[in-house]
């Protein structure tokens, strides 16, 4: 299928406002999801008669539920801060890809029906009508918002475009206009356990095999477990790290660090992903299932520790959410039964839950692992913040620590690293372009424009530092840069995981016993050949 | 809804009913595409389809390129070689001439 022909955006030597191009990004928007994954999230199947009433009764409720999003439609006093600060819009130059005008396809309809003037003066105030007009614009644009949140930190009121671009999602949801590609996934998420539908069988067969590569490559009886009872660590990790390039080589390495460290860990058949995309809709109630999976993987496995692999937003849902959602760490209420008993289980020596970046920056800090550092020689590396890691997580437990213990685990196991420019990392991180459910081909556009500003920065560090690799703990980011990257003239094989460079340079205890039979076997073969 | 040989496909050219996947189908799709169909293609494609009536989901990308090594020759067992194959990625233009679902999520 031909995709919709569009121009690349050119990369200039620094970024600047653009010339508005009004429209430019007009459209459908992403593919509709149907009745089919609708209706088992409890959408309807399709646009309901009575849209606009159910529209503006769940804005309602919305507002009084998340006071957040009422402050936010409030205190807007159009400073401007914001709007150059969306990738999108800097890479577009449709001004409605700017976060206050995004903010005000829902701030306007807020207006109409919440507030006194908007009541009885709608021009005076801007206030608008929910009509089908409208209702194709939120659906549009509010799906060129990956929720990404850079315009908020600077944005002197803190107001977030993100949790109004999921406040939008949700009610579009509620009317059955949803998005095939969220919707399509969270089915799957909540039946199977992962977002690809990885059936058990399959993950099974797929780790096995791994092992068996990983003993070939490295001389070590590296594990990747399944559904072990009793092991001391539940990884979760989202389910493109079983699947996908260059995922798989993270997972790799996760697998050599734990078994460096001698410690027992599993994955769980039942809970196979770390992605929870219920926040990507806005639903609290689909993001409370997904991780109520995690609970119950937690319980039946009897873990005592439960640790994130290299994933975004599931970092996010898992720092910021799960305590109250599923009683990992603290918070759990005492009338929810499971999450007490979940609490009790877990053991608070150690930070519940755990990023897998945590865990092994802190091994390193106790001298615990040892690394060729040469393997990694022939990159020069630098470091994608991923957003939501950037800024809605911690790491560590101090401040700045989600954008100190990447780069020291990198540094750990590479000779040659460097950032790129300072307003373009850390909390002001530009997004790779395809997070908060955008991560489809029918956005393809929106996403190769997007990246540009990522993109930028990055050829920046390439002409002057010699940059050739970009290290990321995004399952997202990967797989979009691997896609987006040809198109500005990068090699795509140039992002990686964290953990494959940890991989590539961590020297492994090799069991003695063993040490002979793997030269005998190739032996074996070469003459068999 | 769009059709490829009287058979129902999706927007993004999947077919609805994989019972409905024939060669026909697949030549014809790829033809749409300007891929011309070669051995190697078919190589990949019956494995897409066996590994798929095995486990009901496509090959993680390390387990399709360790067999097409197996299959066809080590310099063969690599992404790029697939890509070189069909040039939208062998998971998803791959995946929708064998008649597979299109696989989605963080990938």
Redesign the interface.
């Known amino acids: 299928m031909a995709a919709k022909e569009f121009d690349i955006p050119k990369l200039p030597t620094y970024i600047e406002i653009p010339e508005l191009n009004p429209g430019v990004m007009d459209g459908d928007g992403p593919f509709k999801s149907v009745e089919e994954f609708q209706k088992p999230l409890g959408f309807p199947g399709e646009k309901i008669d009575n849209w606009q009433e159910v529209a503006i009764a769940k804005m309602g409720e919305l507002k009084s539920k998340y006071r957040s999003v009422q402050v936010f439609l409030d205190s807007c006093v159009k400073c401007g801060a914001c709007t150059d600060k969306c990738h999108y819009f800097l890479g577009s130059s449709d001004p409605k890809n700017m976060p206050v005008a995004r903010q005000d396809l829902f701030r306007s309809v807020y207006r109409r029906h919440f507030t006194f003037a908007g009541k009885y003066f709608p021009k005076l105030v801007g206030a608008k009508e929910l009509d089908d007009n409208m209702l194709d614009d939120w659906y549009n644009y509010f799906h060129q918002c990956s929720q990404c949140r850079r315009c908020s930190v600077f944005c002197p009121y803190g107001i977030d475009t993100a949790e109004i671009s999921m406040a939008a999602r949700e009610i579009l949801d509620t009317v059955g206009v949803g998005q095939k590609y969220c919707n399509q996934i969270l089915g799957k998420a909540l039946t199977v356990g992962n977002n690809l539908g990885l059936p058990e069988p399959a993950l099974r067969d797929t780790l096995l095999d791994l092992e068996e590569e990983v003993e070939e490559d490295f001389g070590a009886p590296v594990k990747y477990p399944l559904d072990q009872k009793g092991a001391e660590i539940l990884l979760i990790t989202p389910s493109a790290d079983f699947f996908a390039e260059p995922h798989i080589d993270g997972l790799i390495g996760y697998g050599k660090v734990f078994y460096q460290d001698g410690v027992s860990w599993t994955m769980s058949s039942y809970a196979s992903e770390g992605a929870n995309f219920g926040m990507f809709i806005g639903s609290y109630d689909i993001m409370r299932k997904a991780a109520l999976r995690i609970r119950k993987a937690a319980l039946d496995l009897e873990v005592s520790r439960v640790m994130v692999g290299e994933c975004g937003h599931a970092w996010r849902v898992a720092y910021s959410f799960w305590n109250t959602l599923s009683g990992v760490g603290a918070g759990a209420q005492s009338s929810d039964e499971y999450a007490m008993k979940l609490q009790k289980q877990l053991d608070d020596r150690y930070p519940q839950p755990q990023h897998i970046i945590e865990y092994t920056y802190d091994l390193i800090q106790r001298g615990k692992l040892e690394f060729d550092k040469s393997e990694n020689d022939d990159r020069t590396v630098t470091f994608h913040d991923s957003c939501n890691v950037a800024r809605a997580t911690n790491m560590g437990g101090v401040e700045g620590g989600q954008f100190i213990l990447p780069r020291e685990v990198i540094k750990a196991v590479c000779n040659n690293y460097v950032d790129m420019e300072r307003s373009t990392i850390k909390e002001s991180t530009f997004c790779c372009g395809g997070g908060g459910g955008l991560l489809t081909d029918d956005l393809m556009e929106i996403r190769v424009k997007g990246a540009m500003p990522r993109m930028q920065a990055l050829k920046e560090v390439e002409k002057n530092e010699g940059v050739n690799t970009l290290a990321a703990i995004c399952a997202i980011c990967k797989s979009q840069f691997s896609k987006v990257l040809p198109k500005f003239d990068f090699d795509p094989y140039m992002i990686v995981s964290v953990h494959q460079l940890v991989s590539a340079a961590i020297i492994l205890d090799k069991p003695q016993t063993d040490a002979e039979e793997p030269a005998i076997e190739a032996e074996e073969t070469a003459e068999t050949e | 809804m769009a059709q490829i040989c009287g058979a129902e496909v999706d ?3 999947f077919l609805v009913d994989l019972k409905d996947w024939n060669k026909e189908i697949c030549i014809q799709m790829a033809k ?2 300007d891929v011309e169909l070669t051995e190697e293609h078919w190589g990949v494609i019956d494995f897409l389809r066996d590994y798929f009536e095995e ?3 496509a ?5 399709l390129t ?1 067999a097409i090594a197996k299959k066809m020759g080590k310099d063969k067992g690599n ?1 790029k070689y697939l890509y070189s194959l069909f040039p ?1 990625g062998p ?2 233009q791959g995946c929708r001439f064998a008649g597979l679902p299109k ?5």
């Open positions: 927007e993004e050219g749409d595409d486990y009901q989901i090959p993680a990308v390390r387990v360790k992404s939208y998971g998803k696989p989605t999520g963080c990938i």
